[in-house]
């Protein structure tokens, strides 16, 4: 009897195993046909196909090296700006607020866009705070004021990574160079050097095709056709002109771009900025008096740097008439700018999960090859650019569907499907290790399905929450996908507070990107203390 029960215990486990497989197989599936349909809308069929006059244009050529130039130039300045914010953070564990700074360089870096644009506008537009000690001939708007909006909301994640990387260095290299006697210059360059150099490139990668697939930044800040990307380019064809053969043209190019950055970053590695941190304390050296201050002077001015943007929407708050102001028009727009991003952040969540289950049963096989597959497939649509996969969907459904009655919900689907990396790369690390460590206890326990989904719960609540709150910013900041499918009858914060910052009405931009900040602060609050390392 007791045979057959462990063996009707182990069939059953196998079936819900199946089950579970199948499971994120079909979502894996559903994801990949979405991906799929929009590159068949990329074809244009019966729509005049390619304007392949377009790639010998003058102006395609300057989109192209523009697009290049900006993103290069963010992701170097955002990287040699971030390193000694990162030294700081090291050599000083104990600074005050370096909590409260790390939480402001994740905020910084899921930011929505168009909070930032409306403080830089504040700060450094034609009557920015800052703007007299610039000099008669400053101007915010073309390649500058991109670099400075891209260096802000990158250089907080260069910050995290930069330290995360630091952090792996072992306890014995610094003893090791303590019994040699080693300089400043001696441990930055064979010690810290060797431990950053791992990381740098991948992470200048990343940044490098964040910057490149940058929307809104540019179409805020571009100031004109000298300052343009293909990503812009594709919506003005689109919504302003129409041209859809010259925007499939422009989305196709893109997309093979991004496309073999991305495959590119993938063979360099990853940065694991997203991974399990163990928050131990290191051994490091205590520098010096006249290095101990200048680490603290480029921690304070970090510090100011972040913060700057954000206070300088207060003026506008403080100069707007609260008391007739027109709640409605931006409380409505919170509200579903809010529904959409807990819909987006919970089923981002769910499937990455659920398309993480083949991948942990391809682990703990060692099908290493079949792992690696899966993670890619389930990362895919960092491939195409959120503007690419809507132009594309737009150019399918648009014969075929009610867009200004359905767009939000497709706002909401494409949502979903371009954060679901970022849930898997949160996710990854924490339950790979969780069946490192449970995996054979857990089958040597026989426990059932809903027992070990209770203790797999109580291991990696905190990064599911954390997972959550990411993925939940993200998707409240879009404007790429709402710039396409979006309709006046459900307009989000973000797009409400680019229309007053592209009419001027500043006060009333303050005042919604406050609002919004405030609830993607209280988001970061509630689920980034529920990290494992809080």
């Not at 215990?9 to 929009?38: D, H, M």
């Not at 810290?192 to 990668?205: N, T, V």
């Not at 991948?359 to 690419?388: C, D, F, G, M, N």
Request: aromatic residues 10%; positive net charge; charged residues 15%.
């Amino acid at each position: 009897m007791r045979r057959a029960a462990a063996s009707l215990g182990g069939s059953l486990r196998g079936i819900c195993g199946a089950r579970a497989g199948l499971a994120g197989a079909t979502v894996l599936a559903l994801c990949l046909l979405l991906t799929a349909l929009s590159f068949y809308g990329l074809i244009g069929f019966g729509r005049g196909g390619l304007d392949t006059r377009l790639l010998a244009d003058p102006y395609f050529h300057s989109l192209l090296q523009f697009s290049f130039k900006q993103a290069g130039l963010s992701a170097l300045l955002s990287l040699l700006l971030a390193w000694p914010v990162a030294r700081a953070l090291y050599y000083h564990p104990g600074l005050a607020l370096q909590r409260s700074f790390l939480r402001l360089c994740l905020l910084g870096f899921c930011m929505p866009t168009l909070v930032l644009i409306t403080g830089l506008v504040a700060l450094l537009g034609r009557n920015g705070l800052l703007t007299p000690l610039l000099g008669e001939n400053w101007n915010l708007y073309g390649l500058g004021g991109i670099l400075i909006a891209h260096v802000y909301l990158n250089l907080p994640f260069a910050v995290r990574a930069l330290l995360l990387a630091l952090q792996h260095i072992p306890d014995s290299s610094w003893r090791l160079a303590a019994q040699l006697k080693l300089g400043p210059w001696q441990r930055l360059r064979l010690i810290e050097w060797p431990a950053l150099q791992i990381s740098l490139l991948p992470l200048f990668g990343f940044i490098f095709v964040l910057c490149f697939n940058s929307f809104a930044v540019v179409l805020a800040l571009g100031g004109g056709p000298r300052a343009t990307t293909i990503e812009v380019a594709i919506y003005q064809a689109l919504k302003y002109d129409f041209n859809i053969p010259e925007a499939l043209t422009l989305a196709w190019i893109q997309l093979l771009i991004a496309g073999s950055l991305f495959l590119l970053l993938a063979r360099l590695g990853s940065a694991h900025w997203l991974g399990v941190d163990s928050a131990r304390r290191t051994r490091a050296p205590r520098p010096a008096a006249p290095a101990r201050t200048l680490h603290l002077l480029v921690y304070a001015t970090a510090w100011l740097s972040l913060t700057l943007p954000i206070l300088a929407l207060l003026p506008g708050l403080l100069d707007a008439d609260l008391q007739r102001f027109d709640w409605p028009a931006i409380l409505r727009p919170a509200l579903i700018t809010l529904i959409l991003g807990l819909g987006a952040g919970f089923g981002a969540l769910g499937a990455a999960y659920l398309m993480l289950l083949p991948v942990r049963r391809a682990r703990i096989q060692h099908q290493t090859k079949r792992a690696l597959a899966l993670e890619w497939l389930s990362t895919h649509t960092l491939v195409a650019p959120a503007l690419v996969l809507s132009v594309g969907l737009y150019i399918l459904l648009l014969p075929r569907l009610d867009l200004d009655r359905y767009g939000i919900l497709l706002v909401l689907l494409l949502n979903t499907a371009v954060v679901i990396p970022f849930a898997v790369q949160q996710l990854r690390p924490r339950l790979l290790q969780f069946d490192r460590h449970y995996d054979r206890l857990g089958r040597s326990l026989k426990l059932g399905v809903r027992a070990r989904l209770a203790v797999e719960w109580r291991f990696a609540r905190g990064a599911c929450l954390a997972s959550l709150g990411l993925v939940m910013l993200l998707a409240m900041g879009d404007v790429a996908i709402f710039s396409i499918f979006g309709s006046a009858d459900w307009t989000t914060l973000p797009w409400l507070i680019y229309g007053y910052a592209g009419t001027y009405r500043l006060e009333e931009a303050s005042v919604a990107s406050l609002l919004l900040l405030g609830l993607c602060a209280l988001v970061l609050l509630i689920f980034e203390r529920e990290r494992p390392d809080a």
